[in-house]
């Protein structure tokens, strides 16, 4: 069965990078690109970018532009998501999604990796 | 951006009741290669990642209850599930993936009366 298993919680110091990973399993990964999308306590879900499976090209957010970077590794089937000058606000839950070329709906989620950033 | 606003933000639904929930966009949401409106929604249960239950505002994705279905065009679009049962309580969201940036509604939760 289809599988996005995401690395686990992180605790990081204001300023510091975090790195996020997500392997996927039970699909053929370059038919699909993989999605970052966050969950801030009491927010709304927040789409961070995508990185296609097949070229790796990248599309982001304005928003972290400056700080995001998301890369996959065919040979790995998994995705990556590294957001760097974090700060309080960046603590939220990060999910990866998968996105079936042509479509642009998620209909499989990872379960989410918690980021905390507190000094 | 595009804007993407639900109402109501909360809703308590007897069960077996019909529980509606609305959303609204600020633009047209239309896929132009296959001219289908890009609106789906989600359904979020407590400590669990969002789940797919509509895509192209009206198309149910496969092993959802029939319960859900989902309506609408333009601007303006409707969840509905008509016959609200105890696992149907979680937190629903619309989504619009015809832009950059992709944007969510700010969620309405659905409770039991």
């Known amino acids: 069965q289809v599988q996005l298993v995401q690395s686990g919680a992180e605790v990081k110091k204001p300023g510091a990078s975090v790195k996020v990973s997500c392997k996927t399993s039970?699909?053929?990964?370059?038919?699909?690109?993989i999605h970052w999308v966050r969950q801030a306590p009491g927010q709304r879900l927040e789409w961070m970018g995508w990185?296609?499976?097949?070229?790796?090209?990248?599309v982001y957010s304005q928003k972290f532009q400056d700080r995001v970077t998301m890369t996959r590794d065919t040979s790995a089937s998994a995705a990556y998501m590294e957001l760097s000058s974090l700060t309080s606000e960046d603590t939220a839950l990060y999910y990866c999604?998968?996105?079936?070329?042509?479509?642009?709906?998620?209909?499989?989620w990872g379960r989410g990796t918690l980021v905390i950033v507190s000094s | 951006d595009i804007v993407m606003t639900q109402s109501p933000d909360s809703l308590a639904v007897s069960l077996g009741e019909r529980a509606t929930i609305d959303c609204k966009s600020s633009?047209?949401?239309?896929?132009?290669?296959?001219?289908?409106?890009?609106l789906a929604w989600y359904q979020q249960r407590p400590g669990q990642p969002p789940n797919l239950l509509i895509y192209w505002a009206s198309t149910r994705e496969s092993g959802v209850p029939d319960r859900f279905s989902g309506s609408g065009s333009g601007t303006d679009f409707t969840l509905t599930i008509s016959s609200l049962q105890a696992e149907d309580v979680a937190v629903y969201y619309c989504?619009?993936?015809?832009?950059?940036?992709?944007?969510f509604g700010q969620g309405t939760k659905v409770e039991i009366k």
């Open positions: 039970g699909y053929i990964f370059t038919d699909y690109s």
């Open positions: 989504h619009q993936y015809s832009t950059v940036p992709r944007t």
């Open positions: 990185v296609n499976g097949v070229t790796g090209n990248t």
């Open positions: 633009q047209i949401i239309l896929d132009s290669s296959n001219n289908k409106t890009s």
């Open positions: 999604a998968r996105v079936l070329s042509g479509t642009g709906y998620y209909d499989s």
